[in-house]
């Protein structure tokens, strides 16, 4: 239990205090999923304390029926949420030195609102790095919830093909595939969902606008759905026409063959600097290493961008249970891009993708408009 680990991690290091004011790190250790906005949402755990959940008053009664190892407090949007804070932690403890939060996460204000009620405590230790080891490898369930959220991404990729026709945007696309999705019970996209036509697609991180779809062009999917607070993330290039010419066919086939050769190499203990190698190098080799301009590929869990990245100059070891996504891609600037993307992790036998989309260039030819 995440919640077991991190007071074993304080016994041993000698922290009073643990401080968690990311919204995904407080669901992680508490079962409680929040949206607080601009509000106060934190975790403070204790050595040898039953730990407290601080939330806005508006969710202290969904708080209390998620978060049975927490003592639940909140607060009105009338009070200063820091002096309520305060002063439930020092009706625990009078004296605390030595706390760790979240570096990565805690702003610059929050970190003074917290110095100025706590003049004595010290701040430097950093539990980022720790959850970050903590959440890496994802148990039983972990997978189950985040192979529902593959499922439902396949399912967005269909949706989208049967709305491909000429003439339409890439916002009506993406405009019914989340329609359709909230109609079958799929409350939450896990990133803004990206449809991208012809050359726009040699944009990474294009932003969908009001091209129309002409014949014999390249549809970019970029998108994936959350399911019990996890992340999916998928993408397809599928081909909108009668016959890819022979330049889109071989920016395509290369793509794939990055894409299939590097899902083929993992295995448990291979390093990510190796597994980008195995896609790189195949781009490269053909003259298109200088088009494949980012990782292979990142780790997934609560958030749909975690540790750790799959990428050149990182050598850890990929072991069973870690998440992350596998996504070569070839960006032509002006002509073509071309990205094949599925999420998944290392068992013991390689990798297991959460999503199954198919990959040929044809996929989905039978449901296109």
Not at 252 to 260: G, I, P, Q, R, S
Not at 269 to 280: F, N, P, T
């Amino acid at each position: 239990m995440a919640l077991n680990k991190i007071i074993n991690l304080m016994k041993e290091q000698d922290i009073d205090i643990v401080f968690l004011n990311d919204p995904k790190n407080v669901f992680y250790v508490s079962s409680y999923m929040s949206d607080p906005h601009e509000r106060i949402l934190a975790a403070v755990l204790f050595r040898d304390e039953k730990p407290l959940l601080f939330v806005p008053a508006l969710e202290e009664g969904d708080a209390r029926k998620t978060a049975k190892e927490f003592d639940v407090f909140s607060y009105m949007d009338t009070q200063n949420p820091w002096d309520v804070l305060a002063a439930k932690i020092k009706e625990r403890k009078t004296a605390l030195s030595d706390w760790s939060i979240e570096k990565d996460f805690l702003t610059v204000e929050r970190m003074e609102a917290l110095r100025v009620r706590f003049p004595a405590a010290t701040f430097q230790h950093n539990i980022s790095a720790a959850l970050q080891e903590m959440r890496l490898i994802k148990d039983e369930q972990e997978l189950a919830f985040m192979k529902q959220a593959g499922f439902w991404a396949d399912e967005a990729i269909k949706i989208g093909a049967k709305t491909l026709k000429e003439g339409i945007t890439e916002m009506e696309v993406v405009a019914e595939i989340e329609y359709q999705l909230k109609k079958r019970g799929v409350s939450e996209m896990s990133f803004a969902t990206m449809v991208l036509f012809g050359e726009n697609a040699a944009s990474p991180h294009g932003i969908p606008g009001d091209t129309k779809l002409k014949k014999n062009q390249f549809v970019l999917f970029d998108l994936g759905t959350m399911h019990a607070g996890y992340a999916s993330d998928v993408t397809r290039t599928l081909f909108f026409g009668d016959k890819p010419s022979a330049h889109q066919k071989q920016i395509y086939d290369l793509v794939l063959a990055a894409h299939d050769q590097a899902m083929a190499a993992v295995q448990p203990g291979i390093k990510a600097s190796e597994l980008d190698a195995v896609a790189r190098t195949i781009i490269a080799d053909a003259g298109y290493g200088s088009y494949f301009n980012h990782r292979l590929g990142h780790g997934l869990g609560q958030g749909v961008h975690e540790y750790p990245s799959i990428m050149e100059g990182n050598e850890m070891n990929l072991n069973v249970g870690m998440c992350f996504s596998i996504e070569p891609g070839i960006y032509i600037e002006g002509d073509v891009g071309v990205r094949i993307e599925d999420c998944g992790f290392v068992n013991a036998n390689g990798f297991e993708s959460f999503t199954h989309t198919p990959t040929d260039i044809g996929a989905y030819s039978n449901l296109i408009g």
